[in-house]
T-cell receptor, first 116, second 111 residues
Framework: GAVVSQHPSWVICKSGTSVKIECRSL??????MFWYRQFPKKSLMLMAT?????????EQGVEKDKFLINHASLTLSTLTVTSAHPEDSSFYIC????????????FGQGTRLTVV | GNSVTQMEGPVTLSEEAFLTINCTYT??????PFWYVQYPGEGLQLLLK?????DKGSNKGFEATYRKETTSFHLEKGSVQVSDSAVYFC??????????FGPGTRLSVLP
């Protein structure tokens, strides 16, 4: 079945550095991908909608300069956390829809980011 | 916008106990409800879903019926196992775009 692969699954970085998270749809094309953030023991909150070939749409309160999203191809979206700080530590999950199938949504396995 | 309310737990049960996790929502229109499960250290997996009123979704012994009149999609399982320990999220499909998630319910099943 369709799979969304997210990489890395975990990363530890120093404050002030940037981290890039990749989200790939492995056997289907995704014109739209979604990035969610999950705080410890909390629900998933939509951060932004990534659109292939155009700018991402950010949810209210999400800093677009902080969380850079690039969706350069139909199978890859990237989220870059720039100048990371400890408060950015979280679990980030991407999702994509198989629009050529039955519109089912698939989620990546998530990336746990720890900023020290 | 759409919102989902579910019991937050944590819920602790003994093996073979009956499980109910309530989920209600407010929405514009009639978006489809879903249940997702997150096992420790992993991403989300689709557990079950419904697409129209009175649909019953079922998978791995779990069931939920989409009640349009009460805007509810309660999750049930007749006999839980230790392997069911996870966080369960009720969610609404936002018309084929993103999902709106409830706060999640952490379930611990003791042997």
């Amino acid at each position: 079945g369709a799979v969304v692969s997210q990489h890395p699954s975990w990363v530890i970085c120093k404050s002030g550095t940037s981290v890039k998270i990749e989200c790939r749809s492995l056997d289907f094309q995704a014109t739209t991908m979604f990035w969610y953030r999950q705080f410890p023991k909390k629900s998933l909150m939509l951060m932004a909608t990534s659109n292939e070939g155009s700018k991402a749409t950010y949810e209210q309160g999400v800093e677009k300069d902080k969380f850079l999203i690039n969706h350069a191809s139909l199978t890859l979206s990237t989220l870059t956390v720039t100048s990371a700080h400890p408060e950015d530590s979280s679990f980030y999950i991407c999702s994509a829809r198989d629009v050529t199938g039955n519109y089912e949504a698939f989620f990546g396995q998530g990336t746990r980011l720890t900023v020290v | 916008g759409n919102s989902v309310t579910q019991m937050e737990g944590p819920v602790t049960l003994s093996e073979e106990a009956f499980l109910t996790i309530n989920c209600t929502y407010t929405a514009t229109g009639y978006p489809s409800p879903f249940w997702y499960v997150q096992y420790p250290g992993e991403g989300l997996q689709l557990l079950l879903k419904a697409t129209k009123a009175d649909d019953k979704g079922s998978n791995k012994g779990f069931e939920a019926t989409y009640r349009k009149e009460t805007t509810s999609f309660h999750l049930e399982k007749g006999s839980v196992q230790v392997s069911d320990s996870a966080v369960y999220f009720c969610a609404l499909d936002n018309y084929g775009q993103n999902f709106v998630f409830g706060p999640g319910t952490r379930l611990s099943v003791l042997p």
